[in-house]
């Protein structure tokens, strides 16, 4: 299995860069790219990946994790959600914080960022990490990639709710996410309709996302 210590902690510092930008600053109120959800609050969940994986990767779990990571999307309530009020997709967490201010939320994820370095680069970090909030156990490896594709796709929301270019991230970092959107997009669409998103502009699905 692909080890992804460093492309996390390479995502990890992309992200803070544009999280920390003025333009986030400026706009924290106002409303993101994502209904229902402001700009800060929008850059407190995208920051929360990094605080989320400095809290887990300490603490070991005696269970028996998942096969993938594509099972935790699989098994995952928001993903199944049909509303935006639905419960699985509760937003309190992310406005509590939100309400905290940039400058707090900018030195959570800093602090962040670096624990998980430390934690990646020193041993610290356990092979089987424990999702208490879902109900099930990830190998490391599939942690950091789920929380790599929240990053990914979030950082593109927040870069166009504050009307600035999406950064970009480095392969290692990029593919891995792209393929796993991929996986879950041909579950739910079927292949014919992602080949015809990709390769034909005058038949492309009205959808094809991966959640």
Do not use: K
Not at 27 to 38: G, H, I, K, N, Q
Not at 148 to 171: C, G, K, N, Q, Y
């Amino acid at each position: 299995m692909d080890s992804y210590d460093d492309s996390f902690v390479t995502a990890a510092h992309v992200a803070l860069d544009l999280v920390t930008r003025p333009e986030v600053a400026a706009r924290w109120e106002a409303p993101s790219a994502l209904p229902e959800m402001t700009v800060g609050m929008l850059a407190c969940h995208l920051g929360r990946q990094s605080v989320r994986a400095a809290e887990l990767l300490p603490v070991s779990s005696s269970e028996a994790p998942l096969r993938e990571a594509a099972e935790h999307y699989r098994r995952a309530t928001w993903v199944r959600a049909t509303d935006l009020d639905d419960p699985a997709n509760d937003r309190s967490t992310d406005e509590a914080e939100a309400s905290q201010g940039f400058a707090v939320m900018r030195d959570r994820w800093a602090e962040a960022v670096g624990s998980v370095g430390r934690l990646l680069g020193d041993g610290g970090a356990v092979d089987v990490v424990a999702l208490p909030w879902q109900g099930w156990s990830l190998r490391r490896p599939d942690l950091l990639l789920t929380r790599m594709v929240e990053i990914v796709v979030h950082a593109d929301d927040l870069a166009r709710s504050i009307d600035v270019p999406t950064p970009p991230f480095p392969d290692d970092v990029f593919l891995p996410v792209l393929h796993l959107l991929a996986e879950l997009a041909t579950e739910r669409h079927g292949q014919a309709a992602i080949i015809s998103a990709l390769s034909r502009r005058e038949r492309m699905p009205e959808t094809v996302s991966a959640f």
